[in-house]
């Protein structure tokens, strides 16, 4: 074919890599610079992903380590121990005394606590603590109509832990033999609180008990409540808690943290009826740091409560509560 007459001088054409210009027979070569670079790159970034992959196979490896130690830990290191921790199924009550400690009667409506969050805050506790006796309260637990599965979770999750369950009686009649059977199947303890208006309820309750052969730990009367809190927040907070009896022996367990008392843990209630402001217990969280004892220490030191509660405040005869502050605050108005 005839070639174009500035194809003489002129051409460009390639030789399977760069561009060729000839000009008057010089031929000016063109290298595919970005083409080079482009492929460098990606050699680059092949060795690079190399070594990630190399890298996150070690790191699995490490993670194995780690987690075979840990393992290994968890087996020679005991749990920390607890000796007691108590925890509500519901937050109102069907008795509503005076000066309650959990401040029942100014729950204004029916507060369920929920299953999920129950059995998941017990799975979290047993991995770390060993603890000594659990009882489950409220309010009056037999007003939850899953009281039955309560039982059955803390047994599962605490198989050697003595378990009570705590009721003012009121509805142990009326509850059906699943309930008793899910005691004595569980081998959980009725605590019956006794209260002057139900005195004369204790034999038939205790039949009950012994009929659905259920271990009764039945209180003494209580006939004396005590009124505790300090709303102008002077007490010293170290002395208040030496003095606390409760100190010993009521943590409470509320969604997933462990607080020093039922005072300070449910003083929110308080707060809200009353439209106050009072510091309460945020607790430690139940499970974390509890293998070294952290939650479990952090008990043993006094709460920012602590300056808002004189423990022997003033005590005052069993009775319906109003609703009244004097009945909790020790500077309010009989
Ligand atoms: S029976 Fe117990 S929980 Fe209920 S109001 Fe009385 S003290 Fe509080
Ligand atoms: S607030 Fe402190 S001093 Fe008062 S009852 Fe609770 S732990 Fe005891």
């Known amino acids: 074919m005839k070639k174009h007459f500035l194809e003489r001088f002129f051409s460009l054409t390639t030789d399977g890599t760069d561009k060729i210009l000839t000009i008057f027979g010089i031929r000016i070569k063109f290298r595919r610079k970005h083409k080079e670079r482009l492929l460098a790159l990606k050699n680059r970034l092949n060795v690079l992903d190399d070594r990630l992959n190399r890298l996150s196979e070690e790191i699995g490896y490490h993670n194995y380590q780690i987690n075979n130690v840990r393992n290994v830990l968890g087996y020679v290191t005991p749990p920390a121990y607890m000796q007691y921790f108590e925890v509500h199924v519901t937050d109102h009550c069907n008795?509503?005394?005076?000066?309650?400690?959990?401040?029942?009667p100014l729950v204004t409506k029916p507060v369920f606590h929920d299953i999920d969050k129950f059995s998941a805050?017990?799975?979290?506790?047993?991995?770390?603590?060993?603890?000594?006796?659990?009882?489950?309260?409220?309010?009056?637990?037999?007003?939850?109509?899953?009281?039955?599965?309560?039982?059955?979770?803390?047994?599962?999750?605490?198989?050697?832990s003595e378990i009570h369950l705590v009721t003012n009686g009121i509805l142990l009649p009326t509850m059906k033999k699943g309930f008793w059977e899910t005691l004595q199947g569980n081998e959980v303890f009725l605590d019956i609180s006794q209260y002057p208006p139900l005195k004369d309820k204790q034999e038939l309750y205790k039949q009950l008990a012994a009929e659905n052969n259920v271990k009764l730990s039945s209180g003494i009367l209580t006939n004396k409540f005590w009124c505790s809190l300090n709303s102008k927040g002077d007490s010293d907070a170290n002395e208040s808690y030496r003095q606390c009896l409760s100190m010993k022996n009521c943590p409470n367990l509320r969604n997933g943290r462990m607080m020093v008392c039922p005072e300070a843990c449910y003083l929110d209630i308080y707060n809200e009826y009353f439209n106050e402001k009072i510091p309460f217990d945020k607790g430690s969280g139940a499970g974390r740091g509890a293998r070294q004892g952290g939650g479990v220490r952090y008990l043993k030191s006094p709460s920012e409560a602590c300056k808002y509660c004189i423990p022997c405040g003033r005590n005052f005869e069993w009775g319906v509560s109003m609703k009244d502050k004097s009945e909790w605050d020790v500077h309010a108005r009989v």
């Not at 008795?95 to 029942?104: P, Q, S, T, V």
């Not at 309260?137 to 198989?159: K, M, Q, S, W």
């Open 121 to 160: 805050d017990f799975r979290e506790l047993s991995s770390k603590l060993t603890v000594e006796r659990i009882r489950l309260l409220g309010g009056e637990p037999l007003l939850h109509p899953d009281v039955n599965r309560f039982i059955a979770i803390a047994r599962r999750y605490f198989p050697y």
């Open 95 to 104: 008795l509503n005394c005076k000066g309650c400690a959990h401040y029942c």
